[in-house]
């Protein structure tokens, strides 16, 4: 079965850092296009970012400079890395899957982070 | 940056058709995709590539591009129908993946 199950969210400091994964089974990391997108509660999908099958990797404006996405291919996960979190940054943080660069056809049930003191 | 809009919210009684749009300048000439997100759930494709929709998708969801607007067609509606529908584009501009804000559809 194709899924992808996300986790590392929880409650941060501003400030403060958080490494999300997102663990993949019944497919290959690797040859997609995986994305990070976030939902602010009660607001819109937003993107955060992406990386090519390829290795090459972009950013929404909101968050270049402070969050690294990356893959570790032998062990089929996604990861996003989060430094220097905000409020604006607090969302429930889901990773999907691109079979080409375009649609989003599988997504994980995401994981909730909160920057808060 | 590109802008897609969408409007806040449809209401459609059942069993008639809804319609949900997105605006873009041009947006006729990208490939525009459908997601529907019902609550605390995550999001859904529904259409992809303009007009495709995914297996398990029933036939009454269809979609259309040209000119400046896509739109997300809903035929029959169904009160299972009511959730929120996001549009999405790829800008190969910028790199960047972009959603509308997102339309509240509502059942009467």
């Known amino acids: 079965e194709v899924q992808l199950v996300e986790s590392g969210g929880g409650l941060v400091q501003p400030g403060g850092s958080l490494r999300l994964s997102c663990a993949a089974s019944g497919f290959t990391v690797s040859s997609n296009y995986m994305s990070w997108v976030r939902q602010a509660p009660g607001k819109g999908l937003e993107w955060v970012s992406v990386i090519y099958s390829g290795g090459s990797t972009y950013y929404a404006d909101s968050v270049k400079g402070r969050f690294t996405i990356s893959r570790h291919n032998s062990k089929n996960t996604l990861y996003l890395q989060m430094n220097s979190l905000r409020a604006e940054d607090t969302a429930v943080y889901y990773c999907?899957?691109?079979?080409?660069?375009?649609?989003?056809?599988?997504w994980g049930k995401g994981t909730t982070v909160t920057v808060s003191s | 940056s590109y802008v897609l809009t969408q409007p806040p919210s449809v209401s459609v009684a059942p069993g008639k058709t809804a319609r949900i749009t997105c605006g873009g300048n041009?947006?006729?000439?990208?490939?525009v995709h459908w997601y529907q997100q019902k609550p605390g759930q995550a999001p859904v494709l529904v259409i992809y590539?303009?007009?495709d929709r995914p297996s398990g998708i029933p036939e009454r969801f269809s979609g259309s591009n040209s000119g400046n607007t896509a739109t997300l067609t809903i035929s029959r509606v169904e009160a299972g129908d009511e959730a929120d529908y996001y549009c999405q584009v790829w800008d190969s501009s910028s790199d960047h993946l972009l959603f509308g804000g997102g339309t509240k559809l509502t059942v009467l």
């Open positions: 041009n947006i006729g000439s990208k490939s």
């Open positions: 590539y303009d007009s």
């Open positions: 999907a899957r691109s079979p080409s660069l375009s649609y989003m056809d599988v």
